[in-house]
């Protein structure tokens, strides 16, 4: 089972969204999380990003978990909703996290979780350099997927802010223990200062920039399960590489 997460930076890195179809049919993921993801937003041409992908990638299941509703850095509300292939109904412009899955999908779950009462400066990094600016935190959300084969997938975009990221994958942790099946935990944890909340980390690579990779922000985490870290190239379509692992399951 290839099991791959990406921060796909809304594909804004892409000049048009074939490229993004093709950079994840490249993946051959079999499990993919996906995170910074647009639903109807102006700036990815009014698409539903997640629902798009599934139709456009072979993933016959898929969810979305809008954190906001509204657009990022500007007017927003926290969202609580989750949208699936099995119950898909409209949504307002929102903005979040979406998982999809080739392997059959009996349960999906959603878990919301809190901002950071406090942002942080933050080095954002492109590839005609750095700048530093200010960034207010924003609500977060966590999907689950009880596979067909007895695993349960989980992923989130945790908080940049240190140690909130560690507590939530915490909460998570917790929330997760009453449902079914062995775990592993995927997404954009950005820095993971004050540990991974007990669980064992599968992939040692560095993701952040994707083009020049420095920092460990996204994680592939169980302890229920090994696997063999995949070498992924960078697509040119995010500011993240994609990272993957391959697990007998």
Wanted: with cysteine; hydrophobic share 40%.
């Amino acid at each position: 089972m290839r099991v791959i997460t990406w921060n796909i930076l809304s594909g804004m890195n892409t000049r048009s969204e074939g490229n993004l179809f093709s950079a994840i049919n490249n993946l051959n993921a079999d499990i993919l999380a996906i995170h910074e993801v647009d639903y109807l937003q102006p700036r990815s041409k009014n698409v539903r990003q997640v629902e798009a992908i599934a139709n456009n990638c072979g993933f016959q299941n898929w969810a979305f978990a809008p954190a906001i509703s509204g657009t990022p850095g500007a007017y927003w509300e926290t969202s609580h909703e989750l949208i699936s292939s099995e119950n898909n109904y409209d949504l307002p412009t929102s903005y979040g996290i979406g998982l999809l899955s080739k392997i059959p999908v009996r349960n999906w779950h959603r878990f919301s979780l809190k901002k950071s009462p406090i942002g942080l400066p933050l080095a954002i990094t492109s590839e005609k350099g750095t700048r530093i600016s200010y960034i207010p935190d924003e609500p977060r959300a966590a999907i689950a997927a009880e596979l067909d084969n007895g695993v349960t997938v989980i992923t989130a975009h945790l908080s940049f802010v240190p140690p909130i990221n560690t507590r939530q994958l915490r909460k998570i942790r917790n929330w997760a223990s009453d449902i079914p099946g062995k775990k592993i935990y995927i997404g954009d944890f950005n820095a993971l200062l004050f540990g991974t909340a007990g669980l064992n980390s599968i992939n040692r690579a560095r993701s952040y920039p994707g083009w020049n990779p420095k920092v460990k922000f996204d994680y592939i985490l169980s302890n229920d399960f090994s696997g063999e870290e995949l070498k992924l190239n960078f697509e040119g379509v995010s500011d993240h590489l994609p990272i993957g692992v391959l697990i007998d399951s």
